[in-house]
């Protein structure tokens, strides 16, 4: 029997990667999350092409801009897959075809991400390192698009990264917001949490006076 779905899966430099099915017979919006047990939201969309074929649209966090890319039906299935690059800067954006070879492209990914971590001597330090450097990337970003603040009103914010969790301050009065990074739980969780809002301390005072 035809599998009528692709896979895809999207490279951002934020930790791992994750493969997406993709059903020709359906429609994908903006910022949806197709995968059922998965609420993060993967910022593409999916849909038939007006002069056939499958359109679709990534967004390119270097030029901050998206792209629509037209693909034949029959390349979706291409042995070895297709790989997709940002038109104008050559950045890799993403990998689309079989479940085979999406899985493949994942997994030497997710090794190369391990690597790395385990090349930084992370592993000595965090209880879970690769979920650790998720969410130092994941603060980054979120801290870049002004989505971490204080109730104080201030956007200026210092993190400290911990065994299992990362904390987080405002510098302007001292209120702190704690992300755990035990395990992938506690990822998914934070991930949800847009923006990360920093409650104001009791006595915020207290903490930088000393
Ligand atoms: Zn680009
Ligand atoms: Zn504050």
Redesign the pocket.
């Known amino acids: 029997m035809i599998d009528a779905r692709f896979y895809i899966t999207i490279f951002r430099d934020t930790g791992q990667v994750k493969m997406v099915p993709i059903s020709l017979f359906r429609r994908y919006g903006d910022h949806i999350a197709p995968d059922a047990n998965d609420d993060l939201t993967l910022p593409f969309s999916v849909k038939r092409g007006s002069s056939g074929g499958m359109d679709l649209e990534l967004f390119c966090v270097d030029c901050q801009k998206s792209h629509v890319f037209n693909l034949e039906l029959k390349s979706l299935r291409k042995k070895g897959g297709n790989y997709i690059y940002c038109p104008q800067c050559q950045l890799e954006l993403a990998f689309v075809g079989a479940k085979q070879d999406v899985a493949k492209v994942v997994d030497r990914r997710n090794r190369e991400i391990e690597a790395l971590v385990h090349e930084m001597g992370l592993d000595d330090y965090f209880k879970n390192p690769l979920v650790t450097y998720d969410m130092i990337n994941y603060i980054h970003d979120m801290a870049e698009s002004k989505k971490i603040?204080?109730?104080?009103?201030?956007h200026?914010i210092t993190a400290t990264v911990n065994f299992d969790k990362i904390e987080l301050f405002?510098?302007?009065?001292?209120?702190s917001y704690i992300i755990n990074t035990r395990d992938k739980y506690d990822l998914e969780r934070a991930k949800k949490a847009r923006p990360i809002i920093?409650k104001?301390s009791e006595s915020?005072d207290k903490l930088i006076k000393y």
């Open positions: 603040y204080c109730e104080c009103g201030s200026d405002c510098k302007k009065c001292g209120s920093i104001q915020p």
